[in-house]
């Protein structure tokens, strides 16, 4: 599966993003797709999650209440809308996903994502 992403810029602070993430290729049932970012100097975190079948979802205790994942299987897409943006959100995001059972669908360690957008950046001013 290939996954592109789009939607990132600058924005200032209390401001509103939709990342987009387009995937190419079969889907399974099982897959999850995921948003982790990455600012400089810092390790690559979780996001959200969201799994392809059923739509259950899963965020960071940082994304919870102003970051929102969807997903819309006719496109083939996945969204991330992120709200009340801060300076501290400013990184590289990127668009993961892997094949998952209903045990582990839930992990939030990239290491276990075998599918890799390219990015998108985000910028948020002060």
């Known amino acids: 599966v290939q996954l592109v992403e789009s939607g990132g810029g600058l924005v200032q602070a209390g401001g509103s993003l939709r990342l987009s993430c387009v995937a190419s290729g079969g889907i399974h049932n099982l897959y999850v797709m995921a948003w982790f970012r990455q600012a400089p100097g810092l390790e690559r975190e979780f996001v959200a999650s969201?799994?392809?079948?059923?739509?259950?979802?899963k965020y960071a205790e940082a994304s919870k209440g102003r970051f929102a994942i969807s997903r819309d299987t006719a496109e083939r897409s996945v969204y991330l809308q992120m709200d009340s943006l801060k300076p501290e959100d400013t990184a590289t995001y990127y668009c993961?996903?892997?094949?998952?059972?209903?045990?582990?669908?839930?992990?939030?360690?990239?290491?276990?994502?075998?599918?890799w957008g390219q990015g998108t950046q985000v910028t948020v001013s002060s």
């Open positions: 993961a996903g892997r094949l998952a059972t209903s045990a582990d669908w839930a992990v939030t360690a990239g290491k276990y994502y075998t599918d």
């Open positions: 969201i799994r392809w079948s059923g739509g259950n979802t």
